[in-house]
């Protein structure tokens, strides 16, 4: 017994952010940011947080699916950039949906959070503790951008995205997850440090803070070697790979993967250009558009990877 995905959806919020408008804000050009990275815009939240995404993308999964609401045993929510610190994102997305035989948690993974609640999940079905997950990557990046910092705040965007999964016979084949804590102060962003009437210090809030070059390091090293990896523990050859599903940051970093497995860039859909980098979101939304579009097929073989703050890397092989 394993699990499959059997739906999924996404959510990107109405306002487009293009990298002109950034150029208002901070010294940046469209010029720089598209060819560095391939974005070319995102979408900023509003007047949402990542429960409102997280809600409108799980909707759309558990349509795609065809299941009741009341069959979902378990819901995890992927994200760094919670609403709230208590309840769980993934709690008030359980009230939304009504789903009242669910349990809800959050799980915290940064950009590889999506890939780190598959696995969880899948691991409960296996086991047979629960038949059908809803995991959701939803992440609400825009809050913890310092929007003065023209090396983070050109990079991400908002948004969500899910996949219903549920006890099958085939689907997921094999996972894989890791993570480097000693290298957790090349991407972290600290959170509202701790002032109590005992220190007398005021709390600040804290801005995501980078060092791009090493995290480029890190993802074109880590990518390769997990989606390696999986294919090797599995038995499966690389050439049977219809898609690689990588988290979307960069282009470069996809490019650099694809070259490094030696497979045509072709079988690594990319849609950077329109979203940036959405986090938890990245993977499930990339997933969800080649769902929508029609190029998912049935028996097809997919390798879904991502890596993130952590440092943390994860990656799956799955057949549709
Ligand atoms: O989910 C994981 C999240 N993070 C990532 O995946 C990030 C991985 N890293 C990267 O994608 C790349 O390292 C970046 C896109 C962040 C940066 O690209 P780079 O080619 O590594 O540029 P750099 O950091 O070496 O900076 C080159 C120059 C610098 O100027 P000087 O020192 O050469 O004069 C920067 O100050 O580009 C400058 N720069 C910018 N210029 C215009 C940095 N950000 C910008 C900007 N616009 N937005």
């Known amino acids: 017994m394993t699990s499959k995905i059997i739906g999924t959806g996404s959510y990107a919020p109405a306002q487009v952010v293009t990298n002109d408008d950034l150029a208002k804000i901070v010294d940046t050009s469209d010029e720089w940011i598209a060819s560095r990275t391939g974005i070319r815009e995102r979408r900023i939240a509003v007047d949402e947080g990542t429960t409102d995404m997280a809600v409108k993308a799980a909707r759309r999964a558990i349509d795609n699916a065809g299941v009741e609401v009341s069959e979902i045993d378990v819901i995890v929510l992927a994200t760094t ?6 309840p769980a ?3 008030q ?8 035989k669910a349990v809800a948690f959050d799980l915290v993974a940064a950009c590889s959070g999506f890939l780190f609640g598959l696995n969880v999940v899948n691991a409960f ?3 047979g503790v629960y038949r059908t997950a809803l995991v959701i990557g939803s992440d ?3 809050k913890i951008v310092d ?7 050109v990079l991400f965007g908002d948004g969500a995205g899910a996949a219903v999964i549920q006890a099958s016979e085939t689907g997921i084949k094999h996972m894989v997850m890791g993570s480097d804590g000693m290298k957790g102060s090349i991407l972290s962003c600290v959170a509202r440090t701790g002032g109590n009437f005992l220190n007398g210090k005021t709390p600040e809030l804290g801005y995501l803070q980078m060092n791009g070059q090493e995290v480029f ?3 074109v090293k880590k990518v390769p070697e997990c989606v390696t990896q999986i294919l090797d523990e599995s038995g499966i050859n690389i050439e049977e790979i219809k898609y690689f599903i990588l988290h979307q940051a960069n282009f470069r970093i996809v ?3 694809a070259k490094r497995l030696h497979q045509p860039i072709d079988k690594f859909p990319m849609n950077m250009d329109k979203y940036g980098n959405t986090s938890a979101a990245s993977v499930p939304i990339l997933l969800d558009e080649l769902n929508q579009e029609g190029k998912l097929k049935r028996g097809d073989k997919l390798v879904l990877a991502g890596f993130g703050a952590g440092m943390t890397w994860g990656a799956a092989l799955m057949e549709w």
């Open 81 to 86: 950039t919670a609403d709230n610190c208590c």
């Open 89 to 91: 994102g993934a709690c």
């Open 93 to 100: 997305v359980q009230a939304e949906l009504g789903a009242d």
């Open 125 to 127: 079905i296996q086991t």
């Open 140 to 142: 609400h990046l825009s």
């Open 147 to 153: 929007w003065s910092d023209r090396g983070t705040c």
């Open 217 to 219: 390091k890190f993802a």
């Open 255 to 257: 490019e650099a993967a």
